[in-house]
Antibody, heavy 120, light 107 residues
Framework: EIQLQESGPGLVKPSQSLSLTCSVTGYTITSGYDWSWIRKFPGNKMEWMGYISNSGSTNYNPSLKIRISITRDTSKNQFFLQLNSVTTEDTATYYC?????????????WGQGVMVTVSS | DIQMTQSPASLSASLGETVTIECRASEDIYSNLAWYQQKPGNSPQLLIYDANSLADGVPSRFSGSGSGTQYSLKINSLQSEDVASYFCQQYNNYPWTFGGGTKLELK
């Protein structure tokens, strides 16, 4: 069974960096899928943040491009989100999810999500 | 970015009723549209992909339709377990974008 699990601090101070980990079990992240970060804001707006592909290339939402970095550790079957210079506007529930690598596919597996609050 | 306008934002319906949720894209997305269900405290679950294809394990009372810029999700014979939030997502153009969501409650 494929499972994705987010982890990371639930509280981050403004201007600092937010760092999250997505641990994947039941599927190898180097095989045929793109691995995304998505966030859901209070009030329910959802935003796709970016992905790292099975080959290690990245694609970011232009709205975040100067602040975001998605990397991976293939030996641990994990991928990571780093979001720099956070503000209270980055308070959200963060999800990792996968989609087929062709770029025209939905998210078929999601993690449970981790709530992150940006506050001093 | 492609804007996805979803309506209604909230919906109250009775058991056994048929409900429809709409999603309008700001440009043609060529049926590259998914619908998700999210129950409180849970992660989103894929219901429909490619506008009208049922995801694995999804009950047949769910159906999707539409083309171009207009899409809809229909739930026939509403069940209590269908109480959830629903949202659409386009994957035709980067950045992928979502509708604002519809909260479905029982009347």
């Amino acid at each position: 069974e494929i499972q994705l699990q987010e982890s990371g601090p639930g509280l981050v101070k403004p201007s600092q960096s937010l760092s999250l980990t997505c641990s994947v079990t039941g599927y190898t992240i180097t095989s045929g899928y793109d691995w995304s970060w998505i966030r859901k804001f209070p009030g329910n707006k959802m935003e796709w943040m970016g992905y790292i592909s099975n080959s290690g290339s990245t694609n970011y939402n232009p709205s975040l491009k100067i602040r975001i970095s998605i990397t991976r550790d293939t030996s641990k079957n994990q991928f990571f989100l780093q979001l720099n210079s956070v503000t209270t506007e980055d308070t959200a529930t963060y999800y990792c999810a996968r989609s087929y690598y062709d770029g025209y596919s939905p998210f078929d597996y999601w993690g449970q999500g981790v709530m992150v609050t940006v506050s001093s | 970015d492609i804007q996805m306008t979803q309506s209604p934002a909230s919906l109250s319906a009775s058991l056994g009723e048929t409900v429809t949720i709409e999603c309008r894209a700001s440009e043609d997305i060529y049926s590259n549209l998914a619908w998700y269900q999210q129950k409180p405290g849970n992660s989103p679950q894929l219901l429909i992909y490619d506008a009208n294809s049922l995801a694995d394990g999804v009950p047949s009372r769910f159906s999707g339709s539409g083309s171009g810029t207009q899409y809809s999700l229909k739930i026939n014979s509403l069940q209590s377990e269908d109480v959830a939030s629903y949202f659409c997502q386009q994957y035709n153009n980067y950045p992928w974008t979502f509708g604002g969501g519809t909260k479905l409650e029982l009347k």
